[in-house]
């Protein structure tokens, strides 16, 4: 049995709290670039050019690349030879939380209730999702996730009569729906399968995927997220919603065994300030 204390894992979400609002991964700079070498709109190109460029200076100032500093979503894949000592997982997770965005002048966006809107004052609670794995490593994964793009995601429990076809074009419909909502070049996180509540877990993990842009390794599923890609940017929404041939940098699709009955989907979108950080402990 290996032995973490949770003061590590406060510590280490507090780190990855600031690196990831302070400085985009550079795979998906990388992505920017190819979006802009690839954009035939002039406009798209400046907007392009633009977050580029705004990508240089929060990294070089240490400043956060955007102002919604968005939610904490944790993932941890928590080897089941793992205990942790020191106090509450769950509380340590939210201190990191808490100190991140003090340390790095982030802005607080969550609030305690839906209906009384009263602010927490340090981005906590963190949401988290816990998956139990064998071995004795803990690999914890933050995304931070903005408003915008978030309210522009969607869910739908299709038939599986409505197939693939009827996926893309769920996914498409609310591609054009968030038009420039979603803050666009969008990176597309598609859950499909298992159950409602599941679907929506696996397309906020599949934004999560590392390097963006990298294909499924099912074979199957690859070719439709390059399907999909082509789809949604044939729409012509392009960068910041002006109007453009990239809508969006990539397209991630998750898995998982459902009914026979059901056809589960969910879309969760996420902008042009796609932030992910990954540790492994």
């Known amino acids: 049995m290996r032995e973490i204390d949770v003061g590590v894992v406060a510590d280490t979400v507090r780190r990855l709290c600031v690196e990831a609002n302070h400085e985009l991964r550079s795979d998906h700079v990388s992505a920017l670039r190819r ?7 002039p406009t798209g190109r400046e907007v392009l050019d633009r977050l580029l460029a705004n990508a240089e200076v929060s990294a070089r100032e240490r400043i956060a690349f955007c102002q919604d500093t968005g939610y904490a ?3 941890l894949e928590i080897g089941q030879d793992v205990r942790f000592t020191g106090g509450s997982l769950a509380a340590a997770l939210d201190r990191g939380v808490a100190e991140g965005y003090r340390e790095g002048y982030l802005r607080a966006s969550l609030v305690r209730s839906p209906v009384d809107r009263t602010n927490t004052g340090d981005n906590t609670p963190a949401m988290v999702h816990y998956d139990l794995v064998e071995g004795d ?3 914890l994964t933050l995304l931070v ?8 995601s969607a869910l739908r429990m299709l038939t599986p009569a409505a197939g693939v076809r009827g996926m893309t074009d769920f996914v498409v419909e609310t591609v054009e729906r968030a038009g420039p909502s979603a803050s666009p070049p969008v990176t597309i996180g598609i859950g499909m399968g298992g159950t409602f509540d599941r ?14 842009g990298s294909p499924s390794p ?10 999909i890609l082509d789809a949604v940017n044939a729409t012509g929404i392009g960068p910041a919603g002006f109007g453009g041939t990239v809508t969006a940098l990539s397209v991630h699709i998750e898995t998982y065994p459902t009914h026979i009955a059901a056809f589960p989907v969910a879309i969760n979108l ?10 492994t402990l």
């Not at 979006?35 to 709109?41: L, Q």
């Not at 996730?145 to 522009?152: F, I, L, T």
């Open 35 to 41: 979006a802009r070498d690839a954009e035939e709109s």
């Open 73 to 75: 979503v944790c993932f």
């Open 137 to 139: 490593g803990v690999r």
């Open 145 to 152: 996730k903005g408003a915008g793009c978030d309210n522009m």
């Open 199 to 212: 679907a929506a877990v696996l397309a906020k993990r599949a934004l999560t995927r590392n390097p963006t």
């Open 218 to 227: 099912d074979p199957a599923i690859a070719e439709l997220e390059a399907e």
């Open 270 to 279: 996420d902008c042009h300030s796609h932030r992910v950080r990954e540790v």
